[in-house]
């Protein structure tokens, strides 16, 4: 750092000096201008492809996604790095993260600071406070370990010698150490962070305690024995109304003996009678598949009767043959098909489509969270008519 005294006396040395500063600092305005750009562009980049996964769900673009992800983060750093070392002149464009505010349900610690000096160092009088300033900084505090050791006491009688014990304070899974916290921990890791259990265990061994990763495979099929009533009582919930909404997507899955992954299906069937004004608490139930096949929703769905909203997967069809099962079709499924007609060659009829298609989108725009009856209303005298039009259109109207 320079200093005054550092200075050199000499003017043609102190110009150099000068000079060859500002050179200094016009390459890091341009190092951190150029980083500006790209994490601009790879933000655009991302929401682009955002957009383009919530209309087509596709392995290959989550992966791209992330990789950008990960390339945006390390821009990122490599930023904010840079201007904490180097002191920039204040023309510099290197965007700032957005600060929210910090979470008013946290706990609070507060510390206070108070004057080295006991009394005042001019006069020796007491200090008397006239205010304070305060800054809050967000903390963590990392998960530990801790052991739970749980004593009985025995006790005798003095008189008849009888002989009593609290009883043994039931856990989880039987014959196992492991505690609900911890059990819980385990599994959120796993199916909520996408953790799997042989990191978890080199995590812990980072802790001191040694869990090998077929233990936590025991405990995780514990926990799977454990819920199961839970998980049947919701599947239970989930398939007793009349609406359902289904969908599925692919999960990576190891494929054991073979060292790599396959692709499975999770499928999802979400009750939520909200926007009918239905007073039945919504749920999800997640059921596993190791494959895509048909069979697998018509044996999730045999015992459901009503309307189930999904996708155009051929799978479902089947569903809808003897009519205990009404079809809601997808708009978005259908508006797609449409789209990527116009893109590639456009006409009248997938022109007319669209237009349709965006019309009613305007109709459900403008009723979103409306009473129920209001929006069935408003659907009747406005979606309809216009149903009727893009039906007759297309029947009428030869292919393009």
């Not at 150099?16 to 150029?34: C, F, K, N, R």
């Amino acid at each position: 750092m320079l200093t005054t005294h550092s200075l050199p006396d000499n003017i043609d040395a102190l110009k150099a000096l000068v000079l060859s500063m500002a050179a200094e600092v016009q390459q890091w305005q341009e190092s951190v201008s150029s980083r500006t750009h790209e994490i601009e562009r790879l933000t655009l980049l991302i929401a682009k492809l955002r957009r383009m996964l919530f209309g087509r769900r596709s392995e290959k673009l989550v992966r791209q996604i992330e990789q950008l992800q990960l390339e945006l983060e390390e821009l990122q750093a490599d930023e904010a790095e840079t201007l904490s070392v180097t002191a920039l002149p204040a023309t510099t464009t290197a965007r700032r993260p957005t600060r929210k505010p910090l979470p008013p349900h946290l706990p609070r610690q507060v510390l206070i600071h108070q004057p080295e000096a006991p009394a005042c160092p001019a006069c020796g009088g007491d200090w008397h406070p006239i205010g304070e300033d305060s800054a809050e900084v967000l903390e963590y505090v990392p998960a530990s370990f801790r052991v739970v050791r749980h004593v009985r006491p025995k006790y005798t009688c003095s008189c008849c010698e009888g002989m009593s014990q609290a009883a043994a304070p039931s856990r989880p899974i039987a014959r196992r150490f492991a505690g609900p916290g911890l059990l819980a921990h385990v599994l959120m890791s796993k199916f909520g962070d996408h953790l799997p259990l042989y990191r978890q265990s080199q995590i812990y061994q980072r802790e001191g305690v040694e869990l090998d990763d077929a233990t936590l495979a025991d405990w995780v099929g514990g926990c799977s024995r454990l819920l199961r009533p839970l998980t049947d009582t919701l599947r239970q919930h989930v398939l007793s109304g009349d609406k359902l909404h289904a969908d599925d997507t692919p999960v990576p899955v190891l494929a054991l003996g073979r060292g790599k992954t396959k692709t499975g299906r999770l499928w999802t069937y979400v009750r939520d009678d909200r926007p009918s004004g239905g007073k039945a608490p919504p749920a999800v139930w997640f059921a596993y598949s190791p494959d895509r096949q048909g069979l697998h929703p018509r044996a999730h769905l045999k015992s459901f009767k009503g309307v189930l909203q999904a996708d155009a997967y051929a799978g479902f069809n089947e569903l809808y043959q003897d009519g205990t099962i009404v079809e809601a079709a997808c708009w978005a499924h259908v508006r797609r098909k449409f789209h990527d007609l116009h893109t590639s060659r456009a006409c009248d009829l997938t022109r007319e489509a669209l237009e349709q298609i965006g019309a009613l989108y305007d109709i459900e725009t403008a009723i979103r969270g409306s009473p129920p009856e209001r929006r069935r209303a408003v659907r009747q005298e406005h979606s309809k008519p216009r149903l009727a039009i893009l039906h007759d259109w297309l029947t009428t109207q030869r292919r393009c």
